[in-house]
């Protein structure tokens, strides 16, 4: 990894960035051709797909985020099976099994996600990463006391990852959508920066101020192995994929167009440029009020919407043929009766008229019950 001493300071947007807003910004005023372009190339048997590319279904196609996991009495019998979650990870036949059981449990699902986390890029370019049980994620050395030295380029600790994909894929039914994804480089670095979650990712904020060179050259980095990894999921055989930006919500205004939309953008460019009718799903958790400038100059095909923000709001402030997908409260979803039916309803009016695909606003919470999962599913899929 180069050294950080000899980049430039990130004070204003690169060259490279503001190409990549003109180029999505071009694109996105095709919107018509472009899109109609796209849903001919579309997988008509994949409703999800369809809807990615631009298309209307109603009822919406649906998925949840972290769909599989720890609410399936399934997965938690195959987690004490095998250890802890990386040896599920890194065990591709355990992996594609935990990507396809909400599917098998749910067949009205409409996608698949890959079985696996956004922490596993860290781990790929060189910290150490291990789950504490009850504290969550830990990743060593902590790169805010650390030098960059030691971070690696893209390896072959990806692998694994790409054999589960190719494993779900040739198992999943032809009308279901495969996703894989990847945490975005402000996200990642933020776990990278501290070694661990953090309150207001106060570490990665103090970090790209005190030292915006070090920072950029991590962001940088992250980014372009991103690049890489989501580019081998695509040619593994995942159909979209999604970039999980939990933490895009931390930022002020200016931070967020310099470590969230320029990342952002980059990747969704260079993906582009390597697969161009792969949809790229954005999901920038907390982004509120700077959602439609994100979409616009990121280029993504696709947002996702977080719980706090208000479908009817979303509906009529983001570009009428631009697919959103959310977003409902997971706390309502663990709560069912009359708030879970109210909740979703409310959704499924805002979205009606659009490409929309149901989801949550964040993952479901591990002590969701199935009954409750069950009631949503039907909810959804017999609105019409
Ligand atoms: O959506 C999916 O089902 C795909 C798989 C997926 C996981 N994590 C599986 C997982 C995805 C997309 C993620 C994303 C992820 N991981 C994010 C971004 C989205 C978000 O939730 O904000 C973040 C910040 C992480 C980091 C991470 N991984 C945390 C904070 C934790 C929780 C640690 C804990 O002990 O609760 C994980 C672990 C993790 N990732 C689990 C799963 C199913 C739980 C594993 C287990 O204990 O069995």
Same mark, same amino acid.
């Given at each position: 990894?180069?050294? +950080?001493?000899?980049? /430039?300071?990130?004070?204003?947007?690169?060259?490279?960035?503001?190409?990549?807003? =003109?180029?999505? #910004?071009?694109?996105?005023?095709?919107?018509?051709?472009?899109?109609?372009?796209?849903?001919?190339?579309?997988?008509?048997?994949?409703?999800?797909?369809?809807?990615?590319?631009?298309?209307?279904?109603?009822? /919406?196609?649906?998925?949840?985020?972290?769909?599989?996991?720890?609410?399936?009495?399934?997965?938690?019998?195959?987690? *004490?099976?095998?250890?802890?979650?990386?040896?599920?990870?890194?065990?591709?036949?355990?992996?594609?099994?935990?990507?396809?059981?909400?599917?098998?449990?749910? /067949?009205?699902?409409?996608?698949? $996600?890959?079985?696996?986390?956004?922490?596993?890029?860290?781990?790929? =370019?060189? @910290?150490?990463?291990?789950?504490?049980?009850?504290?969550?994620?830990?990743?060593?050395?902590? %790169?805010?006391?650390?030098?960059?030295?030691?971070?690696?380029?893209?390896?072959?600790?990806?692998?694994?990852?790409?054999?589960?994909?190719?494993?779900?894929?040739?198992?999943? *039914?032809?009308?279901?959508?495969?996703?894989?994804?990847?945490?975005? /480089?402000?996200? !990642?670095?933020?776990?990278?920066?501290?070694?661990?979650?953090?309150?207001? @990712?106060?570490?990665?904020?103090?970090?790209?101020?005190?030292?915006?060179?070090?920072?950029?050259?991590? $962001?940088?980095?992250?980014?372009?192995?991103? $690049?890489?990894?989501?580019?081998?999921?695509?040619?593994?055989?995942?159909?979209?994929?999604?970039?999980?930006?939990?933490?895009?919500?931390?930022?002020?205004? *200016?931070?967020?167009?310099?470590?969230?939309?320029?990342?952002?953008?980059?990747?969704?460019?260079?993906?582009?440029?390597?697969?161009?009718?792969?949809?790229?799903?954005?999901?920038?958790?907390?982004?509120?009020?700077?959602?439609?400038?994100? +979409?616009?100059?990121?280029? !993504?095909?696709?947002?996702? #919407?977080?719980?706090?923000?208000?479908?009817?709001?979303?509906?009529?402030?983001?570009?009428?043929?631009?697919?959103? @997908?959310?977003?409902?409260?997971?706390?309502?979803?663990?709560?069912?009766? &009359?708030?879970?039916?109210?909740?979703? &309803?409310?959704?499924?009016?805002?979205?009606?008229?659009?490409?929309?695909?149901?989801?949550?606003?964040?993952? #479901?919470?591990?002590?969701?019950?199935?009954?409750?999962?069950?009631? %949503? =599913?039907?909810?959804?899929?017999?609105?019409?």
């Amino acid at each position: 990894m180069a050294k +950080a001493g000899g980049l /430039p300071k990130p004070r204003t947007p690169r060259p490279n960035h503001i190409i990549n807003i =003109i180029y999505n #910004i071009y694109k996105r005023s095709e919107e018509g051709g472009l899109r109609a372009g796209k849903s001919t190339l579309s997988d008509v048997g994949k409703p999800l797909l369809a809807v990615l590319c631009g298309e209307r279904r109603d009822p /919406p196609p649906m998925w949840m985020m972290r769909q599989a996991g720890r609410y399936l009495p399934e997965y938690r019998e195959l987690r *004490a099976q095998k250890g802890g979650f990386l040896d599920l990870v890194y065990d591709s036949d355990a992996a594609a099994e935990i990507t396809l059981q909400p599917l098998k449990r749910f /067949p009205d699902l409409d996608a698949a $996600i890959l079985f696996s986390d956004i922490l596993i890029v860290p781990f790929a =370019i060189g @910290q150490n990463l291990t789950f504490v049980l009850g504290e969550g994620p830990r990743l060593t050395p902590p %790169l805010i006391g650390a030098g960059l030295d030691d971070l690696q380029g893209f390896s072959g600790r990806l692998d694994p990852i790409y054999e589960t994909v190719r494993k779900v894929k040739a198992k999943l *039914a032809p009308n279901k959508t495969f996703i894989g994804f990847a945490g975005s /480089p402000w996200t !990642v670095a933020t776990y990278m920066v501290a070694g661990q979650g953090s309150r207001d @990712q106060a570490e990665a904020r103090t970090l790209a101020y005190d030292d915006p060179v070090k920072f950029t050259a991590i $962001i940088e980095h992250i980014e372009s192995v991103t $690049i890489e990894y989501l580019s081998a999921q695509l040619e593994a055989g995942a159909d979209a994929v999604q970039l999980f930006d939990s933490w895009a919500g931390s930022l002020s205004p *200016a931070q967020f167009e310099q470590w969230v939309v320029g990342p952002t953008a980059r990747i969704v460019g260079k993906l582009k440029a390597r697969h161009p009718s792969v949809p790229i799903i954005g999901f920038p958790k907390g982004a509120g009020g700077k959602l439609a400038s994100y +979409a616009r100059e990121t280029g !993504v095909d696709a947002v996702g #919407i977080d719980e706090t923000v208000d479908p009817f709001w979303a509906n009529k402030e983001l570009p009428p043929d631009l697919p959103v @997908q959310g977003n409902l409260d997971p706390l309502a979803l663990r709560a069912g009766g &009359a708030e879970l039916d109210r909740a979703a &309803a409310t959704i499924l009016d805002a979205l009606r008229g659009r490409p929309h695909i149901f989801n949550l606003g964040h993952g #479901i919470l591990q002590d969701t019950p199935i009954a409750h999962v069950e009631r %949503l =599913i039907a909810l959804v899929k017999g609105a019409r």
